[in-house]
Structure formats: structure tokens, C-alpha cells
């Protein structure tokens, strides 16, 4: 029998893996890698990346992981809050005074001038919110932050704008994969809080590229993970969990004392087949949004307008967000290497539009407007491949708040890890994953302790 079978190969299962790799393991991967939705790939100096890309910074739960894992992440030097819209390229000053930058009417200028004092005071509001508190559980910070303006959708927040209004504000809030009229309120402010605000949140890359860290992870623990294992259910013994999942054309059953289901909760509400009814019913309420994304590597050899830029939001396009994937490696370089790498990232409604179109389509459609943006830019492309994430993210809805605390409770011996249990994203994923280890350490040790006092008594 095993220790612990942990379901799911992505940052929370391997986070959760990582802190138990002292005990007799298991971690089960249905796809042919780790990583999940994280995911990139070397090429030379750069690397390539189709989703998470950004980690959080010192005490966190993530510092915690790379230190020990022995992985480097430098904060990122570029600029966060560039923006392309209606022609204009605008890489520098202050947001506020993007309105009157950008070629729109007055009425929305004047319609993002309210809102946006409206979203900068909200702002204000939820980074004393989110803030941690001295020796505060992040489970205490996180149904705060839950509860922040979490009766109400973005859109009601702000209230209906122009198109214009509406389409500047929209890049930054549909990142979560939910559009402004589906997330809270307090999640689209906590999305101006993590761009306005970058030396907070999320603000790390990961030297080598994500996929460093959940790669060097699963090297580590060997033939303790194992791929292209996919489960089919988990259920309870008197004493023990029963995982069954097929391999190589093979059914296999494992059993062990206890289990981690670090997977999207539709599959986590599938396979656990005897999970606490009232947790059932929460998992069935958390909703995701889809996304695409799609990896350029460019051979320029001068200096570009993108340089020093990271994140350079774009209205109206196929895609929300374009990131510019080598900007640390740039901004490493005494001189100016040939070359670039970047991400389209696609979420929501933009997501939904392009999911079922074919690579090449969806590659043209995003060389179109990257070449509206940077004149010419297809000419350096060397290389470009799409990702397709059906289940991108789970976004915080109106209401979501109320379920937090079923969710974040054991399910007799199964535990749940994953991003969608929290609102930061990478940093959700390792301190959930570290907390079901915990909690397992925990019982274990207890355990292990009452076996060795039989012993000594017989």
C-alpha cells in the first residue's frame, strides 16, 4: 500500500509531491508531461511558453518551492501596463492618461474617466485586502479576497460603457478566461491591482522558462510519476483510498492511505465517486473559461519597440494580451541578440472564437494583427505553434466566495489542490498543494507514531 497517490501532474500535484517525497508515492499524470497548464520549451537562450508565465515573489509559497527545488526567478524588468489600440502604440506614461492618447470619441473618454476612478479606488481598496496579515493563514487572506465586492459582476461594477470604454477595460479583466460580465467585481480589481502594482502578485519569471521548475521536479521524484496514466475513480476503503486508472492499454488498482486530487474540479467531481455530497455540489459550481494560446520565435537582429516591454494589452484583437517572453533575456544583454520569443494569449470570448479553428487558422488570424502592430513582423517569424486549453481557468464568479470554505476541507481521506481553490493563480496552486502535504505529513506522522507505540508495547 501506498502512502499517498497524488492525481494530477501539474503545479499543485507536483508542489503537493515535492513537500511528500519522503513517504512511498505515487503521482499519476494523464497527459505524456507534466506541467499542466504550464508549459514551455528551450529554444536556445529563449524559450517558447504557452501559459502560466508569471510566479509570485518572496515569501511565498512559490519562493518557498523554487528555493528548494534549487530553480532561479528574477522579477520582470519590462513594462506591464503597454497598450495598442486603435492605432496608436502607446509604451509609456501613466494609464490615466491613456484615454486621451488613444483616437476615441469624448463621450468615452469621459466614460473611461469615471470608471477608471472608480476601478483606481477599488484598487486602493483591495491591496489592504489582499495584503497578508503576520502569521495569517493564506487560507484566512484568501476568503477575504473571495469576499471582496464578490455580489456584483465587473460589468455591474462599472456600469455599461461605450465601445471603446468598454474595450480598453476589457483585455485586463478577461485574463481570468471569464468575460466582465460573467467574474466579480473584485476579481477584475484584483486584476488592475496585480498590472498597476508590480512589485506585488505575480511578478517573476522563471530564468530558463515554467516549465524548468515542473520538469526538474518530476526528474527528481523519478518512477514516482508516472505519465499518460489516466484515472478512472477514486473511492474509499475503511482505511484506505482505491485509485484505478489505465496505462498502456492496461487497467491497473492502487491503494493507498491517502490521496491528493490535484485536477480541474469537473474532472476531480467525475472521478471521486464517493466525495462529500456537499463538496460535489460545490465543485459542480466552479466554472472555467477557455483559452488559446500560440508561441512566435523571431530571428530580428536590431533593436525593436518591443524590447522593453513584457505585457502589451490589445483591444480589439484576436487576442487580449501579447507577452513578450524574452525580455528578461534581453534585458540581460549588453548587446542587443538576435531574436525574440512571445505569447498570443487568447482567453474568454476571444478564446471561444478561435478553439475549434485549425493551427494554421489561428496562426494566420494572429499574424494579421501582430503584423498591424509591429509592421513587418512576419517576416522574422521562424516559428509558431497554437495551444488549446478548453478548461483555461476557473474565474471567480459573484458568489463564489460562499463556497470556499466546503471546498477547502477534507473529503475523508482525499484532499483537494489546485488553482481554482484561490484567486492568485500559480501561487493557488503550490500553496494548496503544500497545504494537502501538510495536512498528510500531519496524519501520517500521527499514525506512524501509534504503530510504533503498539510495537513497543507488545
Keep these: 500500500m501506498k502512502d499517498v497517490i497524488i492525481i494530477g501532474g501539474g503545479l499543485a500535484g507536483l508542489s503537493?509531491?515535492?513537500?511528500?517525497?519522503?513517504?512511498?508515492?505515487?503521482?499519476?499524470?494523464s497527459d505524456d508531461r507534466v506541467g499542466g497548464r504550464i508549459r514551455s520549451e528551450r529554444r536556445g537562450n529563449y524559450w517558447l511558453n504557452w501559459g502560466g508565465h508569471v510566479y509570485a515573489g518572496s515569501n511565498s509559497a512559490t519562493d518557498e518551492l523554487l528555493k528548494s527545488v534549487g530553480i532561479d526567478a528574477l522579477?520582470?524588468?519590462?513594462?506591464?501596463s503597454a497598450m495598442s489600440m486603435n492605432g496608436k502604440l502607446l509604451l509609456d506614461g501613466r494609464v490615466e492618461t491613456y484615454p486621451f492618447r488613444v483616437p476615441m470619441s469624448w463621450k468615452s473618454r469621459f466614460a473611461i474617466m469615471r470608471a477608471g476612478a472608480k476601478v483606481r479606488a477599488a484598487v486602493y481598496k483591495y491591496s489592504k485586502v489582499v495584503q497578508r496579515r503576520p502569521r495569517e493563514d493564506?487560507?484566512?487572506?484568501?476568503?477575504?479576497v473571495f469576499d471582496f465586492l464578490n455580489d456584483r459582476t465587473f460589468t455591474e461594477f462599472v456600469g455599461e460603457l461605450p465601445m471603446d470604454a468598454d474595450a480598453l477595460f476589457r483585455p485586463t479583466?478577461?485574463?481570468s478566461t471569464g468575460d466582465p460580465e460573467q467574474i466579480s467585481a473584485g476579481s477584475g480589481v484584483g486584476y488592475f491591482h496585480m498590472i498597476w502594482n508590480k512589485s506585488e502578485g505575480l511578478s517573476r519569471n522563471i530564468i530558463g522558462g515554467p516549465s524548468t521548475l515542473t520538469s526538474t521536479i518530476a526528474a527528481k521524484l523519478g518512477e514516482q510519476v508516472q505519465l499518460s496514466a489516466k484515472v478512472k475513480e477514486v473511492f474509499h476503503k475503511e482505511k484506505s483510498v482505491v485509485v484505478r486508472y489505465s496505462q498502456n492499454g492496461a487497467?491497473?488498482?492502487?491503494?493507498?492511505?491517502?490521496?491528493?486530487l490535484a485536477t480541474p474540479a469537473p474532472i476531480t467531481r467525475k472521478i471521486a465517486v464517493d466525495i462529500d455530497?456537499?463538496?460535489?455540489?460545490?465543485?459542480?459550481?466552479?466554472?472555467?473559461g477557455p483559452h488559446v494560446s500560440a508561441a512566435f520565435l523571431t530571428n530580428e537582429t536590431n533593436p525593436q519597440v518591443w524590447d522593453n516591454v513584457y505585457a502589451l494589452a490589445t483591444p480589439k484583437r484576436s487576442f487580449d494580451v501579447l507577452i513578450h517572453s524574452s525580455n528578461l533575456v534581453h534585458s540581460f544583454q549588453a548587446e542587443r541578440q538576435p531574436g525574440s520569443s512571445f505569447m498570443t494569449f487568447s482567453p474568454a470570448q476571444r478564446g471561444r472564437d478561435l478553439i475549434d479553428k485549425s493551427d494554421s487558422d489561428i496562426i494566420q488570424t494572429y499574424l494579421k494583427d501582430l503584423n498591424e502592430l509591429f509592421p513587418g513582423f512576419s517576416s522574422h517569424v521562424v516559428e509558431a505553434e497554437v495551444s488549446r486549453w478548453p478548461l483555461g481557468s476557473a474565474y471567480v464568479f459573484p458568489g463564489r466566495a460562499k463556497l470556499q470554505s466546503t471546498?477547502?476541507?477534507?473529503?475523508?481521506r482525499l484532499f483537494l489542490a489546485g488553482d481554482y481553490l484561490g484567486t492568485l493563480y500559480t501561487e493557488t496552486a503550490v500553496q494548496t498543494g503544500f497545504t494537502a502535504a501538510q495536512n498528510i505529513n500531519s496524519l501520517l506522522g500521527t499514525e506512524n507514531l501509534k504503530i510504533q507505540k503498539k510495537k513497543f508495547a507488545i
Aim: aromatic share 8%; proline share 7%; charged share 20%.
Design 251 to 260: 487497467v491497473h488498482e492502487e491503494e493507498a492511505r491517502y490521496a491528493i
Design 407 to 412: 471546498l477547502t476541507q477534507p473529503s475523508g
Design 173 to 175: 479583466v478577461s485574463r
Design 16 to 29: 503537493a509531491a515535492w513537500r511528500l517525497k519522503h513517504y512511498d508515492i505515487l503521482l499519476l499524470e
Design 138 to 144: 493564506f487560507r484566512i487572506q484568501q476568503q477575504r
Design 75 to 80: 522579477p520582470v524588468p519590462g513594462i506591464l
Design 277 to 288: 455530497p456537499q463538496m460535489g455540489k460545490a465543485l459542480d459550481q466552479i466554472v472555467y
